[in-house]
């Protein structure tokens, strides 16, 4: 182990754009600047595995000490993780997955236990009975296939329940408008919209707005993201009825990615929690928000004055040494 280690981290992002993967990168940002040193190298591939593929490849030939990656879709990605595994370059998966076992842990929470939170919740809300439209995210992308697989199984339960359309919005928003327009004449039945993360059940809402004006329609989504445009405002004033929180996990990879390369203990599996946000809940996690976000304020600014005694204690050492030099 180097005395005052300088390493260096590779981050291959699927897609940068969104709220949900800001959050990520600013996680990553405050964790790592506990390691003062330490180097990030940041790709983002704007939801394109191929380009996704290169910048990976990238990483691994200029030379990192770990690659954390999310991957766009599993398939495509999976040569190019095994690829960096099989040097001896530790990886960590976080939030989607490739599909191998050849990494070095996963950080994420449990996308099947997700949708198996999701179809519960549908089934109590809809009171057993009612027909729902599921808009599900990008097809190869490992959280789209666990979060369907566990929707399913949370509505097992309930057997006058039914799926009765089921549209790829791709985890966009735009997608999810054009493919439910496509499929318009089967919404006026419908009792609820299960969509795949946030992004999709806004746009679902407005589409449902606009052709049905049918407010008492349920829509659940999964992120509920705090702060402005995230899931909890949109459950706070009523655009989603409920959102599943998935943490984005930027933290925990930092965390674990210095555990691995100090060659410390750590978990494979690093499964972060979910639980269901709606009406009865959302203000108090608001509040709780609310208040962790005062909190680091009151650490930044600490930082900051400590930042500037530091420049005081220097200069006042330099007038020390004038003077005695005079
Ligand atoms: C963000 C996102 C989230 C979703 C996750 C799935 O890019 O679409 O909204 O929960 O990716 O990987």
Request: hydrophobic fraction near 40%; charged fraction near 20%; glycine fraction near 8%.
């Amino acid at each position: 182990q180097k005395e005052n280690p300088t390493y260096t981290i590779g981050f291959s992002q699927c897609i940068g754009s969104d709220l949900w993967r800001k959050t990520m990168l600013e996680e990553i940002k405050i964790e790592l600047s506990l390691h003062p040193g330490a180097k990030l190298i940041y790709k983002e591939a704007n939801g394109n595995s191929k380009l996704q593929v290169l910048q990976a490849q990238d990483m691994i030939r200029k030379g990192i000490d770990i690659l954390i990656i999310s991957p766009n879709e599993a398939q495509p990605l999976t040569p190019v993780v095994e690829q960096a595994y099989n040097k001896g370059i530790p990886v960590i998966i976080i939030d989607r997955k490739t599909a191998s076992s050849a990494y070095t842990a996963y950080v994420g929470a449990d996308n099947f236990q997700i949708g198996k939170m999701a179809g519960e919740y549908a089934g109590e809300v809809l009171k057993g009975k009612g027909n729902i439209v599921e808009v599900l995210g990008l097809p190869g992308s490992s959280p789209t296939i666990e979060r369907q697989r566990g929707f399913i199984q949370g509505l097992k339960r309930y057997p006058d329940i039914k799926i009765t359309n089921q549209v790829y919005g791709n985890w966009l928003g735009e997608d999810t408008k054009e493919q439910l327009n496509k499929i318009k004449n089967s919404l006026i039945n419908i009792d609820a919209i299960f969509a795949h993360n946030d992004q999709m059940a806004s746009a679902s809402r407005k589409v449902i707005n606009t052709l049905l004006d049918k407010k008492q329609i349920k829509v659940i989504g999964v992120d509920a993201l705090p702060g402005q445009g995230g899931g909890l405002e949109m459950v706070s004033s009523g655009i989603l009825t409920a959102s599943v929180v998935y943490p984005t996990g930027g933290k925990e990879a930092i965390s674990t990615a210095f555990k691995i390369l100090n060659k410390e203990s750590f978990s494979k599996e690093n499964i972060l929690q979910s639980l269901v946000i709606d009406s009865t809940n959302v203000e108090l996690m608001k509040l709780q928000w609310n208040k962790f976000i005062s909190q680091q304020k009151d650490i930044e600014r600490q930082g900051s004055l400590l930042e500037e005694q530091k420049v005081l204690f220097k200069n006042q050492q330099i007038i020390l040494n004038v003077t005695v030099i005079a």
